[in-house]
């Protein structure tokens, strides 16, 4: 089988954004290059049934949502290709199987053969890699296929099969609402850190389920949550349960489960703006903001992480535009020293992770800065300065060092290569539909 880096359209879409970026300096374009081939060369196995398999990089395994951001960018060659559009394709319905195997799950073995992160008490199979449940393992597969879609006219992967992984997220999400009176997860992993493993016997963070949010039992960084509604997860879901039911009523004609969708998301929205929005107190905060996590008895955390969704990364997935008061206020908050994840040193500063060491800065939450601004300007400078702390490899990665961009986490990770890769898409003029 032909690899699709050599595919004609992709060479040449490589030199039409080599071409734009005519007044920059090659470096630019160079790592743009390597890293948009990347993915394609050393991440993706077509298989005979007609699936896609992803893995994210330096781990065997496909994540639900890595595997998604991994090949959006490939959605501008879609357009034209058809060899690309069916990789993509491929991608959704293997995700879709995911789904109807475990919705509970974040990440996958290529086959049933028991391989796993650890060996964990929780409903484990051997097609698991981990369970560990994440709101957005759910929600980037219902995006990518909306958005290939909307850019590609693909409507045939609007399958029976489809139509019931996406009544399975919403059943889970309503599930997860009370999921002290109607949830049977649990997870519990032992001798590891507790971010790693769910308290109270692995039912997790107790949670006030009259809020009307969905209950997560971690965060898109794999860490437990410590407050159970995950607010940039939620605002997510709220955006895909739009998506679903604009996907009844056009593709399936599903009148009532488009207005199910319709309202859950409204549902989502209230119970959002009701629960998570910090209020001024004189003392501390003088504007309104989002929380990152809450649990619906006033407890909340004020951070933001790297990994996505993130309370940065709003505008980017369609929650809000990025003129919004709240937004704003918010992201005033967390790119400051008030996110106790906001690092700035003598070669980098933003958003890192509890997952990484303290003044790790992550090209992921770079490239986001870079794609919620509105100054193109910005978005050069960005670009300019995740290259500059590559450690001198040429990739992006995980987390690098503030003060020494050659020490860095995950030197193959191909998710934080595709967040360069559509920054710089982004800084050109290539917009996808939505």
């Known amino acids: 089988m032909q690899q699709l880096s050599d595919l004609l359209s992709v060479k040449c879409f490589v030199e039409e954004i080599r071409h734009r970026l005519n007044n920059e300096t090659l470096e630019i374009g160079d790592v743009f290059e390597r890293c948009f081939l990347s993915t394609l060369n050393t991440t993706l196995q077509q298989k005979e049934d007609g699936t896609t398999f992803v893995i994210t990089g330096d781990i065997p395994a496909m994540w639900l949502r890595d595997s998604a951001c991994q090949v959006k960018p490939y959605l501008f060659v879609a357009k034209r290709e058809p060899a690309m559009a069916k990789m993509i394709e491929g991608v959704i319905r293997r995700q879709v199987n995911c789904v109807l195997l475990d919705p509970y799950a974040n990440a996958f073995n290529e086959c049933a ?96 389920s009259r809020a009307g949010l969905i209950w997560s039992g971690f965060r898109p960084s794999d860490d437990a949550c410590v407050y159970g509604y995950l607010i940039p997860s939620n605002m997510f879901a709220a955006v895909i349960l739009g998506y679903l039911s604009e996907i009844a009523e056009v593709i399936y004609r599903d ?99 509890f997952h990484t060491a303290s003044n790790y800065v992550w090209h992921i939450s770079m490239g986001m800065q870079g794609l919620v601004s509105e100054s193109r300007e910005t978005k050069r400078q960005i670009i300019k300065d995740m290259i500059s702390i590559d450690g001198g490899t040429g990739w992006m990665h995980e987390g690098i060092d503030v003060n020494d961009p050659t020490k860095f986490t995950r030197p193959w990770f191909s998710w934080a290569n595709a967040v360069f890769v559509e920054l710089v898409l982004d800084y050109c003029g290539y917009k996808l539909i939505k």
């Open 113 to 208: 053969n028991g391989n796993c992160w650890d060996h964990d008490k929780t409903d484990m199979k051997p097609e698991l890699w981990e369970r560990k449940f994440e709101i957005d393992s759910l929600c980037f597969p219902v995006e990518l296929a909306y958005l290939y879609w909307k850019n590609c006219g693909g409507e045939q992967i609007f399958d029976d099969r489809f139509l019931a992984a996406a009544k399975k997220i919403v059943s889970v999400f309503r599930t997860e609402q009370d999921h002290e009176g109607k949830s049977e997860y649990t997870l519990e992993r032992f001798n590891c850190g507790f971010a790693d493993t769910l308290s109270r016997e692995g039912k997790g963070a107790l949670v006030n």
């Open 255 to 353: 009148d009532a489960f488009a207005a199910e969708t319709l309202a859950f998301s409204r549902e989502l929205r209230t119970a959002i703006e009701k629960n998570a929005v910090v209020r001024p107190d004189d003392k501390r905060f003088f504007k309104p903001f989002y929380a990152y996590e809450v649990d619906g008895f006033g407890q909340y955390l004020i951070m933001d992480d790297a990994n996505l969704p993130s309370l940065l990364s709003m505008p980017y997935f369609g929650y809000c535009g990025p003129e919004d008061e709240l937004y704003k206020n918010t992201k005033e908050i967390i790119l400051s020293e008030q996110n106790p994840y906001y690092y700035s040193g003598k070669y980098a500063k933003g958003i890192g992770s």
